[in-house]
């Protein structure tokens, strides 16, 4: 809140200020002001009235009675309030609230202003596509040279793992049943077709946005979303219909999904969520064809993308992820694919007089463009393939744009993938199907029932493989064998773990009997319809071979982090008939992924079970995972997953034992990764934003330390609990207190870490190793501790 003395002196001053209107505010803000306005009034000293303007509650002034000797006129002192945007919001991460709307509010609004008035300009004549297409050609054949043999020129905006796990946490979802549908194989006239299409395009977003919004947002309060045309010749939007019926079907240019707003019914700029693009050429450019994307399609929707960035830039609403991000989606009867369009608007120079060239520089030199396939969205007869890769990427765009402007949903993505399993064994139960759980991988066989099943087994002598051969034995004695670098390795099968419902292995290579090693055994590639443990499968097994192999790549060294052995493709029984074109044979075993690591040690979470983790095993841990996450944080990698079972204590073979931070799976390299959710060692901005601060890692060390002593874990269903269990024990200092019966060096770790959750500021590692390093306790107290690393 702002108080200005006089606002008449200067009042082109209060007009460029960022004030708050009746859209900026939540009624709930409203509804209070406006009681406190009136109680104010009621309750007025001697001397003052108040002026509130009853269009605007965010507007007020005050006339205060002044004695004669001062110099106001008619000895009268003029004051008046503003609200800013952010009234009752909390104040930014990292920055003070004085500074930022005290300190420096009167020096930056005639900067500010002038800037507005800047991009407001550049905006307004920033209006034509096929200009800036034109100047984006050399740019567009240059990325095309680069990209070589490449199936796409441009990075795709999702990995397919995302777009799977998705795909399990929509399996509960029902879209809304579309009545109109775009179906060009009974169209008489072109009119009529593109007519439908709109029409239908128009269906498609609203049942997707409204899906989405009561899977993941709330299923009681209608959705804030909206969908209608935009119309090319004055850049506004109108409902399919209404343009259709007024003769505006030529000029009708995209769709566009839109926050909802009766004080402007043509739309905003800056509310739009998406735009998708109606192209009847885009099938052409269908993944399997070989071609790309024209560059005539591929600049419109890049145009589309820096209005909606411009607009978001100079808009009062308050976005909850970067709004430095745009999805344009492109469309016609039959396909769809996304456009990922990203980057700072505030980098562009917002020369008015050379709007396309400023732009054209923008996308060269500071925007990343990134396309996802063409697929199919639509059948030919115009139904939905809702659970098709075609839909799965609109609908995920569809997902991104949605957390842009409502935050983070209720229900994750992960919360609702992880019932995927317990969902597929219902059915199979329903449809009468045997186990599915044939030892730990996702195949069934049929049984017969007295009863008539959904789905029966129908005898087929092409089937050569039984259910013996599917089953892969690696038990105690086994040895299984993997190709690496173009020769094979044996390893002898000593034990069989589990972790978290997963099975792993300690082994000893065939060659070195006395050597002891991790494990891990993937899924198969091509199981068409795997179980979420497949999924966590993957994670152990792919990502984090990937990773460790990125941290040997990197010249990361350290005792205190695992170390790649081996990685390949099992070897399996008999001759692989593998296509010499790539790919598998019809073995089951043929391309199963198989990762080594060393070294091999006893989990925490089996110390604490067996009573064998104390003191100096408190201190030892949090020093040696510091260790570890300092040296993985130089090359910007954070863990991401911690917890007792991902903490290892070596002692084999070594004098004094030691911790290895494993299971680097959920491991994050970008801003794209999303930590692993565990609703007890998860960090708390985790749990809010699906992200890592600087502090994440330090933080789930903390609970992970809290539990290995003995600190009591609540049962946790949901998010929400697990959020209120951590806000309630950080503010009681709970957590502070467990450690400080054990070491007064965790306790002000802790308290170190508690300080720093949720801020940008990162971990000081160094100045904790030496402290945690006086405090462990030697046998032999001549010689220091291993710090390497």
Known sequence: MR??????????????????????????????????????????????????????????????????????????????????????????KGGSPDQESIGSETKRSSVSSGRSRNRKEFLSRFVDSKTLTARLEDWFESISEKSGQKKSAF???????????????????????????????????????????????????????????????????????????????????????????????GGLCATGLLLNNPRHPHGKWDHILELALLRPDIGSAAAGSGQQLSLCVLGEAVFY??????????????????????????????????????????????DVNNVYDCSTDWIKKHCKVSVSPIDRIWNKLGNANWGDIGALQ?????????????????????????????????????????????????????QQQSVSPEIVEVPDESIKIKSEELIMKLEIGSVLWLEDSDRQKGYQINDVLHNNELRYYIASPVKDPGKSLFLYVGSHPSQLEPA??????WYQVQRQTKILTIMRQK??????????????????????????????????????????????????????????????????CCHDCLSALSTASSADIRHGDIQPTNIVCVRSGVRHPYFVLVGWGHAILEDRDRPAMNLHFSSTYALQEGKLCSASDAESLVYVLYFACGGALPDLDSVEGALQWRETSWSRRLIQQKLGEVSTVLKAFADYVDSLCGTPYPIDYEIWLRRLRRNIHEDDHGKEVDTSG
């Open 3 to 92: 108080v200005c003395e006089n606002p008449f002196r200067n009042s082109q001053d209060f007009e460029s200020l960022p004030v708050a209107t009746y859209e900026d505010l939540p009624p709930s803000v409203m509804k209070k002001l406006a009681k406190e306005l009136k109680n104010l009034d009621e309750s007025l000293p001697e001397g003052i009235t108040v002026r509130v303007n009853d269009d605007d509650f965010s507007v007020s002034e005050a006339d205060i009675e002044v004695p004669a000797a001062t110099a106001y006129e008619n000895n009268i002192s003029r004051m008046k309030q503003l609200l800013s945007r952010d009234f009752r919001r909390p104040p930014r």
């Open 155 to 249: 990075d795709v905006p999702f990995e397919l793992i995302e777009l799977q796990k998705f795909d399990y946490a929509l399996e509960g979802v029902s879209f809304q049943q579309l009545v109109r549908m775009p179906n060009a194989v009974y169209a008489s006239t072109s009119d009529a077709v593109e007519a439908t299409a709109y029409l239908a395009i128009e269906d498609f977003l609203h049942a997707s946005v409204k899906g989405l919004w009561e899977a993941f947002w709330n299923q009681d309060d209608p959705m804030p979303f909206s969908v209608a045309c935009l119309y090319n010749e004055n850049l506004k939007f109108y409902q399919a219909e209404k343009a259709i019926g007024n003769g505006k079907l």
């Open 305 to 350: 993308a820096l209005r909606i960035l411009l607009s978001r830039s100079l808009s009062r609403l308050n976005f909850y992820e970067s709004p430095n991000c745009a999805y344009i989606l492109l469309v016609d009867s039959q396909y769809g694919g996304v456009v990922k369009v990203e980057g700072d608007v505030d980098k562009l120079e917002f």
């Open 394 to 446: 609109v609908l995920f765009a569809t997902f991104h744009c949605i957390v842009q402007y409502a935050g983070m949903p209720k229900h994750s993505i992960e919360d609702l993938a992880a019932d995927h399993g317990s969902r597929l064994q219902t059915r199979r139960v329903a449809r009468q199907l045997g186990d599915s759980r044939i030892n730990g991988h996702g195949l069934f066989r049929f």
């Open 532 to 537: 979420w443990e497949d999924m966590n499968l």
């Open 555 to 620: 010249g990361l060294s350290s005792k205190y982090l695992p170390q790649l052995s081996a990685s390949g493709r099992i070897v399996h029984p008999g001759q692989c008939r593998k296509p010499s074109s790539g790919g598998n044979c019809d073995h089951p075993w043929c391309g199963t992924p198989i990762l080594v690591t060393s070294p091999v040690g006893e989990t925490i979470a089996d110390m604490v079970n067996t009573g064998r983790f104390g003191l100096d095993e408190a201190i030892r």
